[in-house]
């Protein structure tokens, strides 16, 4: 089971993992999102148009995936995640 926590930034959004959860497969999948890359999690496109870059940072079971854009909001990213299954990715 993996848990999140969503919260607005200056730069975006972060999104906090803990559980089970690992760093690998979330730079793996931010590396798809990145600019130029191909997204698997095809949950939300018009989100997907306000990212600028994901970073990652943590360790196994406790991962950020921090969010840039300017016009990000934490309710909108909320909303896309609770739309997708992203254990299925991870």
């Known amino acids: 089971m993996i848990h999140k926590n ?3 930034t200056a730069e975006g959004v972060d999104i ?3 559980g089970d959860v690992a ?3 979330l730079e ?3 590396s798809n999102c ?3 890359g ?3 999690c095809e949950c939300n496109s018009d989100l997907k148009d306000h990212i600028k870059h994901v970073d990652v940072s943590g360790e196994d079971g406790n991962v950020t995936l921090s969010l840039k854009g300017e016009t990000l909001e934490a309710s909108k990213v909320e909303e896309a995640m609770a739309e997708c299954d992203m254990e299925k990715h991870l």
Request: with cysteine; aromatic share 0%.
């Open 38 to 40: 191909t997204c698997s």
């Open 23 to 25: 760093k690998a497969k």
């Open 34 to 36: 990145n600019s130029g």
């Open 6 to 8: 969503i919260t607005q």
């Open 16 to 18: 906090h993992l803990s």
């Open 28 to 30: 793996a999948m931010a």
